[in-house]
C-alpha cells in the first residue's frame, strides 16, 4: 500500500523561507556551540585546581574562573573567553601555568594557618589595620638587634604580642628574616613571611584543555542545536 505526499504552496514558502534565512537561524547554534564549549572548560578548569592545589575556599576558586559569552551576532565575529579572572592581589594562578615568580611579597606560613597548610590563616597572622603589631625600631637600642632584645624583655612581660621585622636580625640560634612574628611563653613563631619562593610549575589550564580536546564531541553540540533550530523553522506536515 502507497500514500502519496504533498505539500503545498504555503509549506513550501515556508521551506524557502528556511533557506534563505539559513545563515541567521546558524547563529545562535553556533554562539550556543561556542557556550558551551567555554563552560564546560570552565569545569575542566575547576577539577584540575582542585586536584592539584590546595582549595581552601571553593567559593572564591568558583567566583575567579569566569566565561564571557559568545553573543549571536555574524559568525565570523563570534567569541567566547574561558578562564581565570585578575584581580588587585591576584593574579589568577598565572604564576603557576606560565612558571613566573610571583608578584606576591608575602605568605602565609603553616604556623599562621594553625599548623595545618589547608586550613584559612588566623586573623593575627593577617596585616590588619585593627590587629596590634609592633616592631623593634619603637623600643630604645644601639642598633637593631639592641632594640629587637629591648622590644623581647618588653613584650614577655605583657604575656607576648605580634611583632614585625622589616630586614635580617642574627639571633644567638640564628638570623629572623623580614616577617610576622608572635611571642608566646618566650616562643617565636612565624606566621608570615615577607619574601615569596618561584611558584611551582602547574599547569592547569593546558591539562584541562588537553582533556577536553580528546573528551569533547563538538559535532554531536552542532547536530542538537541544529535539531532545536529546524524544529522551530520548518513547515510541518498536516
Known sequence: MSQDFYMDNTQLRRLQKTFKQSPKLLRPVTANVINSLAFDAKKQYFREIDRNMIVRNRRFVESSLQVQKARSGPIEKQIALSGSVNRPRFTGWQEQQEGRPSK???????????????????????????????????????????????????????????????????????????????????????????????????????????????????????????????????????
Open 104 to 238: 606576591t611579597k608575602r605568605a602565609i606560613t603553616t604556623a599562621g594557618r594553625g599548623g595545618n597548610k589547608r586550613n584559612i590563616s588566623k586573623t593575627k597572622a593577617r596585616l590588619r589595620s585593627g590587629n596590634k603589631f609592633y616592631k623593634p625600631e619603637q623600643f630604645s637600642g644601639r642598633d637593631l638587634k639592641g632594640r629587637f632584645m629591648f622590644m623581647m624583655r618588653v613584650l614577655n612581660t605583657r604575656g607576648g604580642s605580634e611583632f614585625i621585622v622589616s630586614s635580617a636580625i642574627p639571633t644567638r640560634r640564628g638570623t629572623l628574616k623580614p616577617g610576622l612574628y608572635s611571642l608566646r611563653k618566650h616562643r617565636i613563631t612565624r606566621l608570615q613571611t615577607f619574601h615569596v619562593d618561584k611558584s611551582k610549575r602547574i599547569t592547569w589550564m593546558t591539562n584541562a584543555n588537553k582533556v577536553l580536546k580528546f573528551s569533547t564531541n563538538i559535532t554531536k553540540k552542532y547536530e542538537n542545536g541544529l535539531k532545536r533550530v529546524l524544529a522551530k523553522s520548518m513547515p510541518r506536515q498536516k
